[in-house]
């Protein structure tokens, strides 16, 4: 039994805009559009594709969880029951925390939805799967969550962080790998998985174990509105705990943002992601689209 998560926001909702700008601190920080900028919370449309993709490529799924804050992406399917997930519901007894505008604030919580299988997956709505997936492609045979990326040493990242701050202290960005570096030194590590942009397959009763015996990690993690260089990524973390076996992710993954907007070829691809997709042209959103449509109905 396999569940998958989606995180999802309407970034063109004014109500949810106001309650951003109300809470935003007017730090430097905070103006990066990998932190608030908002390309972070656009919507184009993805989240329907990603929920038809489920359906088509991965049928053995036995529930599909939205997570939002208020708002309903509307959206349609046959076979697999979709459940809308407040955030409210998954933060519950951590009421302070809220609003929180951190998709690691969030991602720290999804563990804690109501009726979630033990084993799921967890996307960003900017995921669709093209090809036939399987239980295979997420968890290995022992049960532990297959990682597509590599090993990287902490020592190694720790260093390129500490350069880069004293190269540019007034321009402090946060940046992906810092989560992974992070969770990493949480544990007291000197490797972590460099995690690459995929879906991933994740243990609920890892994540529950652990922040029962570590609960001050878990407040600290949740304690920041906006994402922040202090965070660790809680996939990472249950990655690392679980010492998970860990695969090469170019066979399998097509990844086109705005700069690289073209869609190359990959026979083996099963995973494709659309970063910032409301940065492209009108001529690449309809490539996109096409080249989805084509999936979904070949």
């Known amino acids: 039994m396999i569940d998958v998560v989606i995180t999802w926001v309407d970034g063109d909702d004014p109500r949810l805009a106001a309650k951003r700008r109300a809470y935003a601190t007017g730090t430097a920080v905070e103006t990066h559009d990998d932190v608030a900028g908002a390309t972070r919370y656009a919507a184009d449309g993805e989240i329907h594709w990603c929920v038809r993709s489920i359906e088509r490529f991965a049928p053995w799924v036995r ?9 309903n992406p509307q959206v349609r399917t046959d076979r697999i029951p979709v459940e809308i997930i407040d955030h409210k519901v998954i933060f519950r007894g ?5 609003p929180t505008f951190n998709s690691r604030t969030i991602e720290t919580m999804l563990w804690r939805i109501p009726g979630l299988s033990d084993r799921y997956i967890y996307l960003n709505d900017d995921f669709a799967f093209i090809n036939p997936v399987e239980p ?20 190694t990242a720790r260093l390129g962080r500490l350069w880069e701050r004293v190269r ?14 992070n969770a990493a030194l ?6 972590f998985y460099r995690l690459q942009h995929v879906p991933h397959g994740i243990r609920r009763d890892v994540l529950e174990r652990w922040f029962r015996e570590h609960p001050e990690s878990l407040v600290s993690n949740i304690s920041h ?13 249950q990655y690392l705990l679980c010492g998970s076996d860990v695969r090469d992710h170019r066979p399998v993954l097509i990844y086109i943002e705005p700069a690289h907007p073209e869609i190359a070829a990959k026979a083996g691809a099963k995973f494709f992601c659309v970063n910032s997709l409301d ?5 690449g959103k309809a490539l996109v689209r096409q080249f989805l449509e084509n999936r979904f109905d070949g």
């Open 63 to 71: 529930k599909i969880f939205i997570v939002t804050d208020g708002q």
């Open 94 to 98: 951590y009421e302070q925390y809220l």
């Open 136 to 155: 295979a492609d997420f968890f290995d045979s022992e049960g532990r969550p297959v990682v597509y990326g590599y090993r990287h040493s902490t020592l």
């Open 168 to 181: 540019s202290p007034r321009h402090r960005k946060v940046k992906f790998r810092d989560g992974m570096l």
């Open 186 to 191: 949480e544990l007291g590590l000197s490797e």
């Open 225 to 237: 509105r906006f994402r922040s260089a202090e965070q660790f990524n809680p996939q990472e973390l």
């Open 279 to 283: 940065q492209f042209s009108p001529e």
